[in-house]
């Protein structure tokens, strides 16, 4: 998985894996059979570590406390570089986001959860009445996803050591724009 941060699921071959891992490519083979089956493999880790460090801490939090774990979790988590290329799903989605096969099917379907993760903790936090009833919580999560992407990305192509930081301040001011007034609730 730390191979493929770096160096991308297209670079990760059973043979660059066997010499990494200094064990036979036969054994490595038999084991995965493919490098498609290779790179489904580590796409499913990556998920744990993802599941484990980004979206299980949350649900100790309702409504718009779990939105904002949620969001404060995933930034940490590329922030701190759980892998060292970053948000793994985020760099797997740009290169395999035009390439058929499984294993972009696969990234599509995670990909999906965890935007259907942040727009059902939206939508919960709706229907508690912590954000407004005319917020287009789809969009909310969007946004949400945009903001982290473009993170990830300004931090590994530009080296930005803020851009955390301010995908952070941004996400959060688009949530309180969306939360419902304290008076109003009241």
């Known amino acids: 998985m730390n191979l493929a941060s770096l160096e991308g699921l297209e670079g990760l071959t059973i043979g660059r894996l066997a010499s990494t891992l200094r064990i036979s490519k036969s054994g490595l083979f038999a084991h995965f059979g493919s490098k498609e089956d290779l790179q489904c493999a580590v796409v499913d880790e990556a998920r744990d570590i993802f599941v484990e ?60 959860k965890w935007l259907g993760n942040l727009e ?46 301010a995908a952070h301040a941004a996400i959060l001011q688009r949530i309180d724009q969306a939360t419902e007034p304290m008076q109003s609730r009241e």
């Open 120 to 165: 059902q903790a939206a939508r919960d936090a709706q229907s508690a009445g912590e954000i407004r009833k005319e917020v287009d919580v789809h969009q909310l999560a969007f946004e949400i996803q945009a903001l982290g992407m473009g993170a990830n990305w300004s931090s590994r192509l530009f080296r930005d050591q803020d851009a955390y930081r």
């Open 53 to 112: 460090e980004v979206v299980h801490p949350a649900f100790k939090f309702r409504g718009v406390e779990r939105l904002r774990a949620l969001c404060e979790n995933w930034l940490r988590y590329g922030r701190e570089r759980v892998f060292p290329g970053g948000c793994f799903f985020s760099a797997a989605s740009l290169e395999f986001d035009d390439r058929p096969g499984r294993v972009r099917d696969r990234i599509v379907e995670l990909m999906k």
